[in-house]
């Protein structure tokens, strides 16, 4: 995704923001934690069942 926005420096019909760079970071960011705490959780409901 930031290679896109710095790609964007070079599309006439595109304009570069670092604010947008900022925002995909933050988005990765957390769509890692939301990941990480999901598969957490089902490791620890599986480890209940035993």
């Known amino acids: 995704m930031i ?3 710095i790609c964007q420096l070079w599309m006439p019909q595109r304009t570069f923001d670092l604010k947008d760079i900022v925002a995909s970071v933050l988005g990765g960011l957390f769509s890692y934690l939301v990941f990480r ?3 957490s959780s ?5 480890a ?3």
């Not at 089902?42 to 599986?46: D, S, T």
């Open 3 to 5: 290679l896109y926005e």
């Open 37 to 39: 705490l999901v598969n």
């Open 42 to 46: 089902k490791r620890i409901a599986g």
């Open 48 to 50: 209940d069942q035993h």
